[in-house]
């Protein structure tokens, strides 16, 4: 058993930077809202940068979104935006940031219609990408058809996480709860 092709042909700084992420978190089933919140906004804040600049501000990130509590951003204001914009430890792109704020609000009437974000996931599963993708984009700000992709691989939803050879493909699969197997 071997690591996946990426990052098997990453240099070795840029390695190290996804080493956790690539074992312990991408293509594992994640079971908190705010987590989940957290994927969707860093896969937000991705497109058109490297996975590694995503990584390398994850802690900057987590602090400026008060570790992504969907509660608290869903209530910022204009001053927390103006804060975000202005904090060299995230990625200060205004759709970016006005997509984190506009989709926690969204997530907050999702918990109350389907009891959790996680359970509307749960519900919608399984679809294609692109029944995915529609249904992203009908609901939330900012998601494409790549930021859908990685989002749903990187939660265990959509397969291609890992080569079916790399080490993690196994704990990936013990991992996900049966009827997410099939």
């Not at 990426?6 to 080493?19: R, T, W």
């Not at 940031?97 to 996680?118: D, H, P, V």
């Not at 519900?123 to 930021?147: C, M, Q």
């Amino acid at each position: 058993m071997s690591y996946c092709t990426a990052i098997l042909n990453m240099k070795p700084a840029d390695e190290a930077v996804h080493k956790h992420y690539h074992d312990k978190l991408y293509g594992f089933p994640i079971a908190d809202d705010n987590e989940l919140f957290c994927r969707l906004i860093l896969e937000i804040n991705q497109a058109g940068l490297s996975w590694t600049t995503i990584l390398k501000k994850e802690v900057g990130f987590r602090k400026a979104y008060h570790n992504f509590d969907i509660k608290k951003v869903a209530s910022y204001k204009e001053r927390d935006f103006t804060r975000l914009m202005n904090d060299p430890e995230i990625i200060r792109n205004r759709l970016k940031i006005n997509a984190a704020i506009e989709n926690a609000k969204t997530i907050l009437i999702i918990q109350k219609q389907y009891g959790s974000f996680l359970d509307w996931l749960n519900h919608h599963h399984p679809l294609t990408k692109a029944e995915w993708v529609s249904l992203f984009k009908k609901t939330f700000k900012f998601t494409g058809g790549e930021i859908v992709n990685e989002f749903l691989m990187s939660t265990g939803y959509l397969p291609g996480a890992h080569d079916e050879d790399c080490r993690v493909f196994r704990k990936i699969l013990k991992s996900k709860p049966k009827w997410m197997r099939d």
